[in-house]
């Protein structure tokens, strides 16, 4: 099971995009494996604070371990696969 945190910044167009990035690249290659927690840090500032986010939006791929980030919007398909499957 894949477990992702996306920081996001509200309803800035980076953050829609990359919601919509990583909900098209879990559909397609993990369907039924993976659950997501977005966590917009406008409405929750705490969060990203205590988190160590200060990027936005930022991926988190909490489980399986070793804990992995991504930044950006998420479109590079090949790289955010290759960033979020890598176990090493």
């Not at 993990?30 to 604070?49: L, N, T």
Request: charge should be negative.
């Amino acid at each position: 099971m894949f477990s992702f945190i996306l920081y996001i910044c509200s309803q800035s167009p980076i953050s829609i995009q990359a919601e919509e990035n990583l909900n098209a690249m879990c559909l397609a290659h993990f369907p039924g494996h993976y659950r997501v927690e977005i966590v917009d840090i406008f409405q929750d500032p705490q969060r990203g604070w205590v988190d160590g986010i200060i990027v936005c939006p930022t991926l988190v791929r909490v489980s399986p371990e070793p804990k992995r980030i991504v930044m950006g919007n998420l479109s590079d398909l090949s790289r955010l696969l290759h960033a979020v499957s890598w176990n090493g």
